[in-house]
């Protein structure tokens, strides 16, 4: 005979037979995989079954209805108290943003029985760009690498992608509520990934991999080190994986100078060394980057990655000389030896190498703010990835330096270059520094320039750090010495 729906969801609910929430205009679990609800409508359904005689009773009528109606509502109420992840998702943008939830354009919306994984990934995406109109080269770059391929299939890695983009577009754009909103996803994103982690088989999946990634701009990287040297040099040999591990290189490699480990930074072994190369594959870089540029990049933190080593007993060794404390002369002389063996790998990929390439050198300009400026002049980088990997090399080289007056076999004129290099860090903070990214970017020259630095630069770096560490934790001078 002719009947309807048992169920009284919406009509995608019923179409994937999963229980509906029955929130009105649309559904949580359509919020949840970023589906257009298309509504409680019943259309007429052929039942097989035998006719059956109504009751003409009023109460048993009133009594079905009213359990059914407390059924509902309790179902409903137990449904919104368990709060499915994907509902954090939900957020209220501030009036600088967006005025309204990401939804999907019109001619992305596909039909109902589409597949509901892409259309996530569009919500995901839309949501990115949306978010970041006044700094998309800084921030989308994050998410150049990432296809929406990789989104719409684990909560726990579209949780991680969104509560980084909320967290972004709230420093951007001085908005706590969408800090606020980024912390809470933030929250459930660790929660979803503890479970992955616990798990047999997921741990070591590319879609964890990545999540970890993303969440650790809230902390620091050291757990995701240890979460790719388990997964092994094959696992990130090839395509997403191996993308991930070029990404995240160089904060493995801070992560492992500012947190040293017994052993020396897993990427410096023999067997994942060539694989902190991308050898022109693209896969962190735009199409159209010349292999050149790629290979120069690639060599610098293939050096740079043997300076934790240096760092870690150089640092040693200068603390035994301010308290008196002899070092074994042959510990001193095998110090020694690295470091000049890095310095002068660094020094020949800067002069041959990197010193080639177009459009690295900065230029003199006065500074935004010549009151405030501790310098008459600052450098300005006109490309800000090149400005980043002059800082690191200058920062680098500084460590080299010191390490090697320690040890006592300084290198002339050490004293000149020391100034020269900590000059030049200062000298291109404001170049580099700006922009949501900027104090990623300078955080750990700053950190070393501020060792070699006199009182009265230290002081001004302190005024530096109020700033920065509104984005970046790190950066605040709590976690810096006092001034000399």
Partial sequence: MVGVPRSSGCQLC???????DEVRPSCGNCIKYGAECPGYDR?????????????????KRSD??????SSSSSSRSSHDDSQPFAAALTYRPGPTVVTSAPRLRPTLTPPVDRPLQPLRGHVLYNMIENFCPSAP?????????????????RALLDGAICSLAL?????ETSSPELVAQSRTVYGKSLTELQAALRHPSIWRSSETLFAAILLCFFEHAKGIGILMEQRGPAAHAEGWDAAMLLSFRGILIMSDMFYPREENCFLSRPEWKPLMADGGRCLVYPADTPVETITVVDGFFQRLVDVPAVLKWGYMVREANKAGIPVEPARLVILAQHAAANHASLSRWYDEEFTSLPYVRPAEAVPANPAVSLYATILEHENQWAGAVHLAYWASMLILQETLAQCGAPVPGSDAAREELV??????????????????????????????????????????????????????????????
């Avoid at 079905?64 to 109606?69: F, K």
């Avoid at 921030?139 to 719409?152: E, K």
């Fill in 14 to 20: 019923r179409r994937r037979k999963v229980r509906c």
């Fill in 43 to 59: 259309g007429l359904k052929f039942v097989a079954g035998k006719h059956q005689i109504r009751q003409r009773g009023r109460g």
């Fill in 64 to 69: 079905n209805g009213q359990r059914g109606s």
């Fill in 137 to 153: 080269p800084d921030i989308l770059g994050l998410f150049q690498w990432v296809t929406f391929d990789h989104l719409g299939k």
């Fill in 167 to 171: 967290h972004l577009a709230g420093k």
């Fill in 423 to 484: 000059s030049n860090i200062l000298r291109s903070v404001e170049s580099i520094g700006r922009g949501t990214m900027g104090p990623y970017r300078v955080g750990y020259s700053l950190r070393i320039a501020y060792e070699f630095a006199n009182a009265e630069a230290q002081r001004w770096i302190g005024t530096l750090l109020d700033r920065f560490s509104k984005s970046y934790a790190a950066l605040d001078k709590t976690m810096y010495p006092a001034p000399r």
